[in-house]
């Protein structure tokens, strides 16, 4: 079994920034790969980014290329999302998830995910 538990949503003004974390437990996380996805009211869940575990190679989406940079550290199996210059787009509940494959396959689609976090929100005012 592996819990994600995910800290570090709040409100912030358009241009500042948040780091999400992502607490792995219930088993160890090196076999996973960790994605971040997020979902605003009235749209579909999408893709943020995500890192396999063992290299901390790194996939990002368009919209957050630059600003979003995505890490972990692998001895406290938790993951980070650290998000620079928010824009008001980027409010939405942030969610980091497990992927279901120890070997490989699609980062990018929440199908491919097998464990989810609870969710943090995110909002970016002005």
């Known amino acids: 079994q592996v819990q994600l538990v995910e800290s570090g949503g709040g409100l912030v003004q358009a241009g500042g920034s948040l780091r999400l974390s992502c607490a792995a437990s219930g088993r160890t996380f090196s076999s996973y790969a960790m994605g971040w996805f997020r979902q605003a009211p009235g749209k579909e869940r999408e893709f943020v980014g995500a890192?396999?575990?063992?290299?901390?190679?790194?996939y990002y989406a368009d919209s957050v290329k630059g600003r979003f940079t995505i890490s972990r550290d692998n001895a406290k199996n938790t993951g980070y999302l650290q998000m620079n210059s928010l824009k008001p787009e980027d409010t939405a509940v942030y969610y980091c998830?497990?992927?279901?494959?120890?070997?490989?396959?699609?980062?990018?689609?929440?199908?491919?995910?097998?464990?989810w976090g609870q969710g943090t929100q995110v909002t970016v005012s002005s």
């Open positions: 890192t396999r575990w063992s290299s901390g190679s790194t």
């Open positions: 998830a497990a992927h279901r494959s120890n070997y490989g396959g699609s980062v990018y689609y929440p199908f491919e995910y097998a464990y």
